[in-house]
């Protein structure tokens, strides 16, 4: 599972950032934002709310609790997705989705 400074440093590279630019984000120095993503310091909860809105994710995928950047995107294309199968293959993907459910408790 991806940790939440891997997260961080993932995006910021992606966008060409530096951690002078997070820091100047989150009003933080860069040797903190350096902390973060070595995983020896961690943000506050304000820090990774404004980091999950600047990078347009979600804040399950900035924790590392999801690997859907974006639910909404998720969520609409199941939709567009569901909406073409038949109410059978319909009924399929909801008892698997019942069942997974039940698997991870």
Do not use: C, W
Request: charged share 30%; no cysteine.
């Amino acid at each position: 599972m991806t940790n939440l400074g891997e997260r961080i440093k993932e995006l910021r590279t992606e966008r060409k950032l530096t951690q002078t630019d997070i820091g100047d984000l989150l009003g933080v120095a860069k040797t903190s934002v350096s902390g973060y993503e070595k995983n020896v310091r961690d943000p506050d909860s304000h820090a990774i709310i404004k980091l999950a809105s600047f990078f347009n994710v979600s804040t399950d995928y900035l924790l590392g609790v999801s690997d859907y950047k974006n639910k909404e995107l998720l969520a609409s294309r199941f939709d567009k997705d569901f909406d073409k199968l038949t109410d059978n293959q319909k009924n399929q993907i909801v008892t698997f989705i019942e069942f997974v459910k039940t698997q991870e408790k």
